[in-house]
């Protein structure tokens, strides 16, 4: 596995996990949980704490698009070892004349997760998921589990395989 931590087939471990993550972790392959200090979910922390290599860590970020007085969201997975070109590569592939990251407030209720463990598993319906190439390439990658006290560990090609979900060069 990775890192010192104890990993467990995650759809068994169903407490490590927010409802939304919960309810769509099922027809996720090959994901494992694993409990965490809370303390520690910021990728950094969690990084050096636990041994996980930072480019075995990917982060998730909520982006609000704009268009035309509308907002949608997105969520855009990269590897610790980088970050998501929001206002080049995301805003152009949402079609939006302006992208950022969406308030806290908002990705937190939206999601139903809590900020620092938002994750692209059980997302709301019909948002896209922008994953970028190293990740989707990822043996196995540590996400956020939607809540901070604990992580996923699971195959790349798995958040790839995400409803909604496109791989493309995010990443700068």
Same mark, same amino acid.
Not at 102 to 125: Q, R
Not at 138 to 157: D, W
């Given at each position: 596995?990775?890192?010192? =931590? $104890?990993?467990?087939?995650? $759809?068994?471990?169903?407490? &490590? =996990?927010?409802?939304?993550?919960?309810?769509?972790?099922?027809?996720?392959?090959?994901? $494992? *949980?694993?409990?965490?200090?809370?303390? &520690?979910?910021?990728?950094? *922390?969690?990084?050096?704490?636990?041994?996980?290599?930072?480019?075995? !860590?990917?982060?998730?970020?909520?982006?609000?698009?704009?268009?035309?007085?509308?907002?949608?969201?997105?969520?855009?997975?990269? +590897?610790?070892?980088?970050?998501?070109?929001?206002?080049?590569?995301?805003?152009?592939?949402?079609?939006?004349?302006?992208?950022?990251?969406?308030?806290?407030?908002?990705?937190? !209720?939206?999601? /139903?997760?809590?900020?620092?463990?938002?994750?692209?598993?059980? +997302?709301?319906? /019909?948002?896209?998921? +922008?994953?970028?190439?190293?990740?989707?390439?990822?043996?196995?990658?540590?996400?956020?589990?939607?809540?901070?006290? !604990?992580?996923?560990? +699971?195959?790349?090609?798995?958040?790839? /395989? =995400?409803?909604?979900?496109?791989?493309? *060069? =995010?990443?700068?």
């Amino acid at each position: 596995m990775v890192g010192t =931590l $104890d990993w467990g087939p995650a $759809d068994g471990r169903r407490d &490590l =996990l927010a409802a939304p993550v919960a309810a769509a972790i099922t027809g996720v392959p090959d994901a $494992d *949980a694993a409990e965490i200090d809370p303390e &520690l979910a910021d990728t950094a *922390a969690f990084c050096e704490r636990y041994g996980v290599p930072l480019d075995a !860590s990917a982060n998730c970020v909520v982006v609000a698009a704009k268009r035309g007085g509308e907002v949608s969201y997105a969520a855009c997975m990269v +590897l610790a070892t980088g970050r998501a070109d929001v206002n080049g590569v995301v805003r152009k592939h949402l079609g939006a004349r302006k992208a950022s990251f969406a308030p806290m407030a908002d990705a937190t !209720s939206l999601t /139903g997760m809590e900020y620092g463990g938002i994750t692209p598993v059980g +997302l709301p319906e /019909g948002w896209p998921v +922008l994953v970028d190439e190293a990740v989707a390439a990822a043996a196995r990658v540590v996400i956020g589990s939607g809540l901070r006290k !604990s992580k996923i560990l +699971l195959p790349g090609k798995a958040l790839a /395989g =995400l409803p909604g979900a496109e791989v493309i *060069a =995010l990443a700068q």
